[in-house]
């Protein structure tokens, strides 16, 4: 929590007894604007479509020359930390509700997982595919799985190993409640305050990796559905997942600023809807230079028409 916020701290009573200061977030939870199941249900799916045209364009075509590894890597690797914020708040911390989930969790809240986890996986599917059918050397593939392998290592294997064992439990302590497990916690903080600026930056960064390339390989139909619905998808994240701004905007010394309100919004929920909106506008800059290059190619084939037509 940012140092600024410290005067809009509140106690409770036993707290106060005992002379500790805690955030209201610990005693209350406030949710954001509901959302019907069917609404968010087919946001899921149409994100999970989108998917489709592209991955059957590079099946179908065995062939992913122009789709730069380095854009798919740095894609995956967000979705990735999506699905680490997820898994962490749904499983992991499922008995401590308040951020990410209702309180108790519902069904909302289990599709919100289900999105992330699909579309991680999809990412995966093409990931992997256009590797296999990219004609990139063999050391340059086997740098870039190791980097993904390296990072799944320091992001959901732990969360992995956190819900089957007790190793994060202390000494003595076996099958500790969630707020026991510190250095969970602490591997949490350090995705928060250090990893998710660096991940929305390789996000972006990919981007301008694959605008480098030919848009030979890249499926207009799929750019034109993942522009479209990773746009709507970002503005549902806003509403979908809980945050606590009663905590914030209804403290008795008055409202935080809204300045101090927005960046921990963003650090604790809001990086979703950040990430999927550049993925949209990364998506549309790819779907305006690939048809401008198929214009291209369409004229030059009608400026030789002639030409052929004559001999």
């Known amino acids: 929590m940012d140092e600024s916020l410290a005067p809009y701290m509140l106690w409770t009573e036993k707290d106060r007894l005992e002379g500790a200061p805690v955030l209201t977030a610990k005693v209350a939870c406030a949710p954001t604007a509901p959302l019907r199941e069917g609404k968010v ?54 008995s401590v509700p308040g951020l990410w989930s209702h309180n108790p969790i519902n069904i909302l809240d289990w599709i919100n997982f289900v999105q992330l986890t699909s579309v991680w996986v999809l990412f995966n599917v093409l990931f992997f595919l ?59 903080g350090f995705h928060n305050f250090y990893l998710l600026p660096i991940i929305t930056t390789l996000l972006i960064l990919g981007f301008y990796e694959q605008v480098r390339q030919p848009p030979r390989n890249l499926s207009i139909i799929g750019l034109k559905l ?5 746009a709507l998808s970002a503005v549902s994240w806003i509403l979908r997942l809980y945050f606590l701004w009663k905590t914030f905007l209804e403290q008795p010394r008055g409202p935080v600023p809204i300045y101090l309100v927005i960046p921990s919004w963003w650090q604790q929920v809001g990086f979703v809807a950040g990430d999927d909106a550049i993925f949209a506008v990364g998506q549309g800059i790819l779907l305006r230079l690939a048809l401008r290059q198929r214009r291209r190619g369409e004229a030059s084939d009608a400026e030789r028409q002639p030409l052929l037509g004559q001999a």
């Open 130 to 188: 256009c590797l296999y059918f990219n004609p990139v050397l063999r050391p340059r593939k086997a740098i870039i799985i190791d980097i993904y392998l390296i990072f799944l290592s320091v992001s959901l294997v732990p969360l992995i190993i956190d819900a089957t064992t007790d190793i994060f439990c202390p000494p003595g302590r076996p099958n500790c409640s969630a707020m026991d497990r510190d250095p969970l916690a602490f591997f949490e």
């Open 226 to 230: 993942q522009a479209a619905i990773f």
């Open 41 to 94: 249900s087919f946001v899921f799916i149409l994100s999970v479509a989108s998917f489709i045209p592209q991955i059957h364009h590079v099946w179908r075509g065995t062939d992913a020359r122009g789709i730069s590894p380095v854009y798919l890597l740095f894609s995956l690797i967000c979705a990735t930390e999506h699905v680490f914020f997820g898994f962490f708040y749904m499983v992991n911390m499922r």
